[in-house]
C-alpha cells in the first residue's frame, strides 16, 4: 500500500495525559499536512512542512501543540496536557508541490483521539 | 477571508440516478482550486475531482463532474448513476493562491444517502 499511513487509529486517554500522532507520507510527496476534524464539521487546518521545513501553523494550533518532520519523511504530532477540547479526528495529507497552480493533497485515515 | 458554503447538510437519492451536491465560495483570489473529497464512515479523506479558477472547462472524472459556474462563486458535484457505494460524507474545498502555499478549507460537507 503506497498511500498516506497514520498511527495509531484509535486513542483514548485522560486529560492531562501527552499523546503522540504519526504521519507516513507518500514516499515521493515533499509536502505533508495536519488538519483537525470535529464531529459534523470539515477538517480544520493545523500546520505544513515542506520537506523538514514548517511553512505555516493555524492559530489553532495552540502551545500545547507541536509538531515535526525531522528528516522530511513521516510526520509526529504531540499534543501535551490533552483537554476534553482535544477530542476529535486528526488527519494527515501529503502532495507534491509540482509548480502546478493547485496541487492535490492525498489524506490518511485519520487518528481518532478520545479524550477523557 | 475565503469560505465554503454547503447549503445540503443531508441527500438522499435513488440508485442509478444522478445527484448534485451543491457548493459556493466566496474568495477576492482570482486564482484558486476547488476540490471535492469523499469521507466514508472509515474516516479517511477520498479525493474525487478539481476544477481550477482558470480552467475552461468543467472537470469531470468517471461518474463525477463538477459543475463549475464562476459568475456564480459555486462548484456543485455531479453524481451520476448513484451506486450503494457512494453513500458518505461529501467536502468541498478551496485553496487560494496559484502557487498552493495557502491552507485548504472545507466546507461543512453533504451526508448522502443512496437508497436501493
Known amino acids: 500500500d503506497t498511500g498516506v499511513s497514520q498511527d495509531p487509529r484509535h486513542k483514548i486517554t485522560k486529560r492531562g495525559q501527552n499523546v503522540t500522532f504519526r504521519c507516513d507520507p507518500i514516499?515521493?510527496?515533499?509536502?505533508l499536512y495536519w488538519y483537525r476534524q470535529t464531529l459534523g464539521q470539515g477538517p480544520e487546518f493545523l500546520t505544513y512542512f515542506q520537506n523538514e521545513a514548517q511553512l505555516e501553523k493555524s492559530r489553532l494550533l495552540s502551545d500545547r501543540f507541536s509538531a515535526e518532520r525531522p528528516k522530511g519523511s513521516f510526520s509526529t504530532l504531540e499534543i501535551q496536557r490533552t483537554e476534553q477540547g482535544d477530542s476529535a479526528m486528526y488527519l494527515c495529507?501529503?502532495?507534491?508541490?509540482?509548480?502546478?497552480?493547485?496541487?492535490?493533497?492525498?489524506f490518511g485515515p485519520g487518528t481518532r483521539l478520545l479524550v477523557l | 477571508a475565503q469560505k465554503i458554503t454547503q447549503t445540503q447538510p443531508g441527500m438522499f437519492v435513488q440508485e442509478k440516478e444522478a445527484v448534485t451536491l451543491d457548493c459556493t465560495y466566496d474568495?477576492?483570489?482570482?486564482?484558486?482550486?476547488l476540490f471535492w473529497y469523499k469521507q466514508p464512515s472509515s474516516g479517511e479523506m477520498i479525493f474525487l475531482i478539481y476544477q481550477g479558477s482558470y480552467d475552461q472547462q468543467n472537470a469531470t472524472e468517471g461518474r463525477y463532474s463538477l459543475n463549475f459556474q464562476k459568475a456564480r462563486k459555486s462548484a456543485n458535484l455531479v453524481i451520476s448513476a448513484s451506486q450503494l457505494g457512494d453513500s458518505a460524507m461529501y467536502f468541498c474545498?478551496?485553496?487560494?493562491?496559484?502557487?498552493?502555499?495557502?491552507?485548504?478549507?472545507f466546507g461543512a460537507g453533504t451526508r448522502l444517502t443512496v437508497k436501493p
Open positions: 495529507a501529503s502532495s507534491w508541490n509540482r509548480d502546478k497552480p493547485q496541487e492535490t493533497q492525498y
Open positions: 514516499s515521493e510527496h515533499n509536502r
Open positions: 474545498a478551496m485553496r487560494e493562491g496559484p502557487l498552493g502555499n495557502n491552507d485548504m478549507r
Open positions: 474568495t477576492s483570489d482570482p486564482s484558486y482550486g
